[in-house]
């Protein structure tokens, strides 16, 4: 199955921005996929925004539109999350996952996580 590896969470302050990245290690990214997702502290999973394997977008989070985008990078096989103008609520460990299309992956229940990567936004 996917191995897929993030990165690039830290500490924000509140409007601040950061970029995350989701690696595959041994395959191509390119027939897949790639799904976003977050845990904040005393909530469940939920998936964010997802990239088709064409490379259309979709949101699963409102309050994500106009400030997540996702892109894939074909040469570095990475795709990245990139947050603008982040607030306290989006404080969460971020983690992707793959497959066949986003629907499938944001609604299968039963993904094989990763460890993820912190981001927190504070003042």
């Known amino acids: 199955q996917l191995q897929l590896v993030e990165s690039g969470g830290g500490l924000v302050q509140p409007g601040g921005s950061l970029r995350l990245s989701c690696a595959a290690s041994g395959f191509s990214l390119d027939y897949y996929a790639i799904g976003w997702f977050r845990q904040a502290p005393g909530k469940e999973r939920e998936g964010v925004l997802c990239i088709s394997a064409s490379d259309s977008s979709t949101y699963y989070v409102d309050s994500a539109k106009g400030r997540f985008t996702v892109s894939r990078d074909t040469a570095k096989n990475t795709v990245y999350l990139h947050m603008n103008s982040l607030k306290p609520e989006d404080t969460a460990i971020y983690y992707c996952?793959?497959?066949?299309?986003?629907?499938?992956?944001?609604?299968?229940?039963?993904?094989?996580w990763g460890q993820g990567t912190q981001v927190t936004v504070t003042s």
């Open positions: 996952a793959g497959g066949p299309t986003c629907a499938v992956v944001v609604g299968t229940p039963d993904l094989t």
